[in-house]
C-alpha cells in the first residue's frame, strides 16, 4: 500500500510561483511512477504532468509546458511540482497520484494511489 500527501499549496498572485510537494510512504517508491493532476470547480480531473520512476522521462500537458517542472527525490521518497508564471486559470485542487506502470500515464485510472489533494488559488 501507497499513502500519499500533498503540501505546499496556497494563495498567489497571478505571475507568482508555488511549489507542491508529495511525499510518499513505503519502501517502494523509487518504483512508483509519478502524476499529477488537478480539479478546477465544475470541471473534470485532468492531467497536468507525469515523471517516471527514475526522472528519465517526463510528460506535460500543454497547458503547463514551460512553467510548471516536475522532479523527484527517491531518497526522500517525494516528488515535486514548481509551478512558475501561474495564472487564474491553473486554480484547482492538485492532486497527486502513482501508479507501478508508465503506460497512458496521462489517464487518470491507471493510476491506483491518490493523495487527498491541495488547493491552490491563483488570483488576478
Known amino acids: 500500500q501507497v499513502q500519499l500527501v500533498e503540501s505546499g499549496g496556497g494563495l498567489v498572485q497571478a505571475g507568482g510561483s508555488l511549489r507542491l510537494s508529495c511525499a510518499a510512504s513505503?519502501?517502494?517508491?523509487?518504483?512508483?511512477?509519478m502524476g499529477w493532476f488537478r480539479q478546477a470547480p465544475g470541471k473534470e480531473r485532468e492531467f497536468v504532468v507525469a515523471i517516471s520512476w527514475n526522472g528519465d522521462r517526463t510528460v506535460y500537458a500543454d497547458s503547463v509546458k514551460g512553467r510548471f517542472t516536475i522532479s523527484r527525490d527517491n531518497t526522500k521518497n517525494t516528488v515535486y511540482l514548481q509551478m512558475n508564471s501561474l495564472k487564474p486559470e491553473d486554480t484547482a485542487v492538485y492532486y497527486c497520484a502513482a501508479d507501478w506502470t508508465w503506460g497512458r500515464i496521462a489517464v487518470q485510472k491507471q493510476y491506483h494511489y491518490w493523495g487527498q489533494g491541495t488547493q491552490v488559488t491563483v488570483s488576478s
Open positions: 513505503g519502501r517502494t517508491f523509487s518504483s512508483l511512477a
